[in-house]
């Protein structure tokens, strides 16, 4: 599975962007998907994940529910829709996928390249 990640740019505090992830690959509808951040000087963070069929999502509690994953397998696709951004959701955002849904980065075997996501105050 390749997959590569986009939408993400520069924000002020408090606006919303899309992060979108495409994956080759007819089997994506057999991988659960996550989304990941890491900031600068910091260990990569799960953010979201979503399950294969997409009818379980799973979200980093500390983002207080600002953050929606979803997916479309007809085309691929995941998605993160990010809302009420803060300067500390500032961070280079990965899409992953595996066959198994976990919260645990070390879980996942496929990863997209990463689209920045910067928020200023």
């Known amino acids: 599975v390749q997959l590569q990640a986009s939408g993400g740019g520069s924000v002020q505090a408090g606006g919303s962007l899309r992060l979108s992830c495409v994956a080759s690959g007819r089997t994506f509808s057999s991988y659960a998907m996550g989304w990941f951040r890491q900031a600068p000087g910091k260990e990569r963070e799960f953010v979201a994940a979503?399950?294969?069929?997409?009818?379980?999502?799973y979200g980093m509690g500390s983002l207080e529910g600002r953050f929606t994953i979803s997916r479309d397998n007809a085309r691929n696709m995941i998605y993160l829709q990010m809302s009420t951004l803060r300067p500390e959701d500032t961070a280079i955002y990965f899409c992953?996928?595996?066959?198994?849904?976990?919260?645990?980065?070390?879980?996942?075997?496929?990863w997209g390249q990463g689209t920045l996501v910067t928020v200023s105050s």
């Open positions: 979503v399950s294969d069929s997409g009818s379980s999502t």
């Open positions: 992953a996928a595996d066959p198994f849904v976990s919260t645990y980065t070390e879980s996942y075997d496929y």
